[in-house]
């Protein structure tokens, strides 16, 4: 509602160019903001699968993180499985979504915000430098 006052007032006193100039500087503001901000944004993903290997497998060949498997057991049918484990940045959840849902599609995944890691993380630049190192090792 402030960019609209802002936009309104801006056009009326400036002319309705300077307006559309507006309009093109918020956007492009609330871009870099969101670019900064999501790239610093970190998730902890639970996945239960009965496939765990080929979950790993897949998140592995797709993702550079480390995977925490914990093995497990439904309750309501007391199936053996496992609950993986996995923290990524915001930029990378459309990636692991895909990968579980088409390694196994009775998977359950459970997302929640993670306020601080410690320890090894890749950002981009290390995940660059590991799969050239992977592509040269192969």
């Known amino acids: 509602m402030t960019n609209l006052v802002i936009i ?4 009326s006193v400036f002319g309705w160019e300077s307006a559309l100039y507006t309009i093109i500087s918020i956007y492009a503001m609330s871009r870099v903001v969101d670019a900064i901000h999501t790239r610093h944004q970190k998730l902890t993903a639970f996945i239960v699968t009965f496939m765990p290997d080929e979950v790993v497998a897949n998140l592995n060949k797709t993702l550079i993180r480390g995977v925490t498997i914990m093995p497990s057991e439904g309750a309501y049918k007391r199936q053996k499985g496992a609950v993986l484990m ?20 009775n998977s359950f995944v459970n997302l929640v915000n993670t306020v601080d890691i410690e320890g090894n993380w890749y950002d981009e630049k290390d995940q660059l430098k590991a799969r050239q190192a992977d592509q040269s090792a192969n």
């Open 86 to 105: 996995v923290v990524i940045s915001r930029y990378e959840l459309y990636d692991l979504e895909h990968v579980v849902k088409s390694t196994d599609p």
């Open 8 to 11: 309104l007032i801006a056009g």
